[in-house]
């Protein structure tokens, strides 16, 4: 079956760029989504990219897909503490009744 | 607005004990999934519906019952809990049946931590 795999932690300083990273198995994956979760919350779409885009930029979010490599990325520019919260990877590839295979979740901590 | 609407937060319960959880929407949407979210596993799809009257298994089903008797409501049943459904259990919905999940993203409502000793 389909496999996701992030690290599941991630440090970084407030201001600097986090970058999150994620593989996946699947060659057929159509849709690739980062999802957010904050603290005792459920998950909101953060942003998405379908598999033949190399890169997507949403304000302060860039994504980048190396369909080659199955390697996912989300940057976040000038991170700030708002930011804290758990980060998944997904994918899918059915079109119509989507079901999503999800990732590990990498859990982003700002450092003041 | 209340979205996605999880019952109860939190709950203990001990092992052979059976309990409900409910999650309601009001968007009418007609997709319903029921995940779990265990450390560093992600999220782990229990069993969906496609629509009032509807059910499916997803990958990991054994343990658990649902029923989507109205459309609004999709429940899960521990019929007998087993430390092994200690988790997080999310609810999600979504609406259009023809859109990629951009189109109409999942709402998550916002979770039921449940133990079970």
């Known amino acids: 079956g389909e496999d996701v795999e992030q690290s599941l932690f991630l440090s970084v300083r407030e201001g600097d760029s986090s970058v999150i990273n994620c593989t996946y198995t699947?060659?057929?994956?159509?849709?690739l989504y980062w999802y957010k979760q904050e603290p005792g919350a459920g998950l909101q779409l953060l942003t998405y990219?379908?598999?033949?885009?190399d890169m997507k930029q949403d304000q302060r979010l860039t994504v980048l897909l190396n369909k080659k490599d199955k390697h996912l990325s989300l940057r976040i520019a000038d991170t700030q503490t708002g930011d804290s919260a758990i980060y998944f990877c997904a994918e899918s590839n059915n079109f119509g009744n989507e079901k999503l295979t999800f990732g590990t979740g990498t859990r982003l901590t700002i450092i003041p | 607005n209340a979205g996605v609407t999880q019952t109860p937060k939190f709950r203990v319960l001990k092992t052979g004990q059976s309990m409900t959880l409910l999650c309601a929407q009001d968007?009418?949407?007609?997709?319903m999934y029921w995940y779990r979210q265990d450390p560093g596993m992600g999220l782990r799809l229990i069993h969906y519906?496609?629509?009032?009257?509807?059910?499916a298994k997803g990958e990991v089903p054994d343990g658990y019952n649902v029923s989507r008797l109205k459309k609004q409501n999709f429940l899960l049943g521990l019929e007998s809990a087993a430390p092994s459904q200690t988790s997080v259990y999310f609810c999600?919905?979504?609406?259009?049946?023809?859109?990629?999940?951009?189109?109409?993203?999942?709402?998550f409502g916002n979770g039921t931590r449940l133990t079970v000793t």
């Open positions: 699947d060659s057929s994956s159509t849709y």
């Open positions: 519906s496609v629509g009032e009257g509807t059910t």
């Open positions: 990219i379908f598999s033949n885009m």
């Open positions: 968007m009418n949407h007609e997709y």
């Open positions: 999600a919905s979504r609406g259009d049946l023809q859109g990629a999940l951009y189109d109409s993203p999942l709402h």
